[in-house]
């Protein structure tokens, strides 16, 4: 009988401004779906709203690197890549993050 693994999922959503109808409630919902389909807890949820996606620094995203680096999750789900990463040194830092899958955009 085979063993199911569950897996601890970090929700990161992102929306440039929080004006013009962008909201990220709509991404952490479905995302929220997204991992009750596949079996994994959310361990936690980070939300940058009002942030340019190429900025370096970003409060939430930073906090979600700094938990990955102390392992409170397994995943990290992204309503869409670019949300995540649109500058390089995000995306480079990303590897850095020890024993994280990256949840396919939906």
Known sequence: MATAILQRAAIYAGVRTA???QDPTMQ???LREYCERR?????GEYVDAGISGAKDRRPELDRLMADAHKRRFDV???WKFDRFA???SHLL???DIPSVS?????
């Open 28 to 30: 952490t919902r479905e």
């Open 19 to 21: 004006n013009n109808g």
């Open 76 to 78: 990290v789900a992204v």
């Open 86 to 88: 649109r500058s390089v």
């Open 39 to 43: 079996g994994w807890t959310v361990a």
């Open 93 to 95: 830092r990303a590897p």
């Open 102 to 106: 990256w949840g396919s955009s939906l």
